[in-house]
């Protein structure tokens, strides 16, 4: 899969050449609905809750929505339908070797660990009781924007590469390198 023309979103504020956003609003949702050359959408997100020994960036493999909202609110949009099926919606790091982009630096994408991510409200403050919580349903971590952009963009008949980066850490030159291409 092709990562060239992938729309590319920044939740962190560390990615140059992403479309970078403080939260999950009204422009990232234009964004995933608006025509482009791929059926990919790259985002990336700060994560909180890691379990120490393993707190580095991860490819996220399937998310819980426990915001306990969804932004396909309002009158029906005519980009997808209500309800997407998000089953498969990520792709994996093998689903992005490509033999024009990532083969010659040996896809770095697939050195991260893979996870699931719990989407919580943004501004939801998350108790050890919450983390538990989140723990005992198969979350890895938890974070506040990626489920809901995933969801618009598989309204918009996206896949979705995500990436959730802990807090105060960035991503690795050669993965950046990886998602620049």
């Known amino acids: 899969m092709q990562l ?3 729309k590319r979103i920044d939740f962190t ?5 992403f479309d970078n ?8 949702i234009e964004l995933l609905r608006a025509e482009g050359r791929s059926k990919l959408a790259i985002i990336v997100d700060r994560g909180f809750g890691f379990d120490p020994s393993h707190e580095q960036a991860h490819v ?21 339908e209500r309800f997407p099926v998000v089953n498969n919606i990520y792709v994996s790091a093998a689903d992005t ?5 990532t083969w010659s630096i040996g896809n770095p994408l697939g050195k991260l660990r893979n996870g699931v991510a719990a989407g919580v409200k943004q501004g ?12 005992r349903l198969g979350a890895n971590f938890y974070c506040y924007n990626l489920v ?3 969801i618009i963009a598989a309204h ?10 802990p807090e105060g850490q960035t991503l690795q030159r050669d993965v950046l390198m990886a998602i620049h291409r």
């Open 4 to 6: 060239r023309y992938a």
């Open 13 to 17: 504020g560390d990615i140059a050449d």
């Open 21 to 28: 956003f403080e939260q999950f609003g009204e422009p990232v």
């Open 60 to 80: 996220v493999i399937d998310s819980l929505n426990l915001s306990c909202d969804n932004p396909l609110v309002g009158p029906n949009n005519p980009i997808g």
């Open 97 to 101: 070797m490509d033999q024009e982009e």
């Open 124 to 135: 939801h403050i998350v108790s050890s009781e919450d983390l538990v919580t989140c723990n």
């Open 148 to 150: 809901p952009a995933m």
């Open 156 to 165: 918009a008949g996206l896949r979705v590469l995500g990436l959730v980066v």
